[in-house]
């Protein structure tokens, strides 16, 4: 069983507990921010910050012990309320797909309109996204060490590291108040949290960290929750 799946695996069993009504709480490592602890587990960054009572930009410090499950009685969401219905693609660029954005106002640096998603590598798909298998979150592309990756969609950084060790050196960009997308596996990190970019826009160089062949793995996130990158990209 290979690392990704083993910490996949634990994520859901300290998650299960959670909904048994035991508080689940998870202390603040060096490097971490609210988005990279929601993505490790599957939870919306905003959800987290309501919990522990914290407000935009949403600063949280090393040896802080946060909440990471709704408190008891919250109703859950569905799983995958993040389907949303297909996306059309754009009369003036043939290569775009655009998500529509949700109706809510947005005080961050972020997309307020419709996010117009591209491919972020050019490789072949090595394996694509399942809702069944927990260690299919997204795409895999192959590629050559040192190949560029591209944003998805224009966006702000809000994650740029290496902490969530199975993802390797990683990216988490912000695309909206409901959309992030996140680069593993990267050689090089070329972008720092805070950092604005474009659709198409140098973000990273194709690696293998955390991985045994050379990759770009590729997720997109509705509300914290994984859905198909490929209900949002372009058909090749």
Request: proline residues 7%; contains cysteine; glycine residues 10%.
């Amino acid at each position: 069983m290979n690392s990704y799946l083993k910490n996949t695996l634990l994520i859901l069993l300290i998650l299960s507990f959670a909904g048994c009504g035991s508080l689940v709480h998870y202390k603040v490592q060096e490097g971490d921010t609210l988005y990279s602890i929601g993505w490790r587990y599957d939870q919306d960054a905003k959800k987290i910050a309501e919990w522990n009572g914290l407000r935009a930009p949403y600063v949280i410090h090393r040896g802080q012990v946060l909440r990471i499950a709704p408190p008891a009685g919250t109703p859950a969401e569905p799983l995958f309320q993040a389907i949303q219905p297909e996306p059309g693609r754009t009369k003036r660029s043939p290569t775009a797909v655009v998500t529509q954005p949700q109706p809510k106002p947005s005080t961050s640096r972020v997309s307020t309109g419709p996010v117009v998603w591209g491919w972020p590598a050019g490789g072949k798909l090595i394996s694509t996204f399942s809702a069944k298998k927990i260690d299919r979150k997204g795409l895999n592309i192959s590629g050559n060490k040192g190949e560029p990756i591209r944003a998805a969609a224009s966006g702000k950084v809000v994650y740029s590291g290496s902490g969530l060790t199975s993802y390797g050196n990683l990216l988490i960009i912000k695309h909206s108040e409901s959309y992030l997308s996140a680069y593993a596996h990267n050689e090089k990190l070329l972008v720092k949290e805070g950092t604005s970019v474009k659709r198409g826009e140098k973000v990273a160089t194709m690696g293998a960290t955390a991985s045994n062949q050379v990759m770009l793995h590729f997720e997109v996130r509705y509300k914290g929750k994984p859905v198909d990158p490929q209900k949002h990209l372009p058909k090749r």
